[in-house]
């Protein structure tokens, strides 16, 4: 059996998204996109969604903000839900043993920042036995300045560097299509 799991969580003010000071709409137009045919084809070969939020004491994060809630454009209810308090999804949330209960032996990983919650799931979730498919057009991440030399990296320059260190060590890299082919 095989599960999608996204880092689903949003921050929502006044109706609109609360823009933290990484965020960019750049790019979201096209994962969003590619999450949903993600997530439609997942549903219609039952494969259960999960959704993962991250959930800490830093302001919009704090789960008593009331703003730690799915997008509003994300369809249907997942499977089970999971909060998280570190950059993986598995550490303290009981997404282990949920999965091996249900026989989930492989993880399908989309979501937001490509580069930390889901290439850090997807390590775990490897070191942990699953197999991983990690869709990258179905991850969003924003661009980073390095803080030593002031280069700035594009998101793109950061998705293509997650390909780079994940294949063939923890995950295999997949587009939408070949990820709901392979189902």
Partial sequence: MTTVGQATGSEWLDGGRLHRPYWSSEGEAPFQQALLKLEAGCRQADVPVVHVFHIDNDGPFRAESGL???MDWLPGQPAA???????NAFTDTGLDVWLRRRGVQKLIISGIRTEQCCETTARVGSDLGYAVD?????????????AGTGQTFSAQDITTRTELVLAHRFARIVNVDTCLSSL
Avoid: G, N, Y
Avoid at 81 to 87: L, P
Avoid at 134 to 146: D, I, K, R, Y
């Fill in 134 to 146: 990690f869709v990258s057009e179905a991850t969003l991440t924003f661009p980073m300045t390095h």
């Fill in 68 to 70: 730690i809630q799915p």
């Fill in 81 to 87: 839900r999971f909060d998280k308090h570190v950059h």
